[in-house]
């Protein structure tokens, strides 16, 4: 019973994916192959069939840089700046996603703040590990709110002690460009 279910299923998204006859309208759903370079799209897929991973949160988009009809893979550039190459028969939606703006405006009191986080998780407020006791957290004590010790601490560092910058590969400012491999 479940494996002929799954199997409709497969059969039904796999010919959704070939079988495409939407136009490019804000909205609607395609696989990124029918989408011309600089398409503004959101909920995209990462893998083919995940049904979308990709520029989801509010007012977040990606867009199509260029297709590479050879190896059947599309370039994207996400929401974060950096651009990703995923298959082409992957499906994304046309368009922004909405509530866009949403964080442009400051919380302005901690009542605000405090119900933002009761219905998220439990991680406000966030009391500095410096201003704690000894006995509460490594970096708490000290006549002065101080770490005292070097805030980079081992991979193999036992629970109550990783804190700060765990196994750490470089601290400090970044200096320099960085520079980005073009296809």
Not at 15 to 24: E, G, K, N
Not at 38 to 61: M, P, Q, V
Not at 144 to 149: D, L, S, T
Request: hydrophobic letters at 35%.
């Amino acid at each position: 019973m479940m494996l002929d279910l799954f199997e409709e299923f497969c059969a039904l998204t796999l010919s959704s994916v070939l079988l495409w006859t939407a136009s490019l309208q804000v909205g609607n759903v395609l696989p990124i192959f029918q989408m011309p370079e600089g398409t503004i799209i959101c909920n995209l897929e990462e893998k083919t069939g995940d049904r979308g991973r990709l520029a989801r949160t509010s007012g977040n988009y990606a867009t199509v840089i260029s297709h590479n009809p050879e190896t059947k893979r599309s370039r994207i550039k996400l929401p974060s700046g950096t651009k990703k190459v995923i298959p082409s028969a992957n499906r994304a939606m046309v368009g922004i996603v909405a509530g866009g703006g949403r964080i442009d405006k400051p919380i302005m009191k901690a009542g605000r703040a405090y119900h933002k986080y009761k219905v998220k998780r439990n991680c406000w407020p966030k009391v500095r590990g410096v201003a704690m006791n000894p006995v509460e957290h490594p970096f708490g004590g000290g006549n002065h709110q101080h770490i005292g010790k070097a805030s980079t601490v081992r991979r193999s560092a036992s629970h109550g002690r990783k804190v700060g910058l765990i196994a750490a590969r470089r601290t400090g400012r970044l200096r320099g460009t960085k520079t980005i491999k073009e296809d």
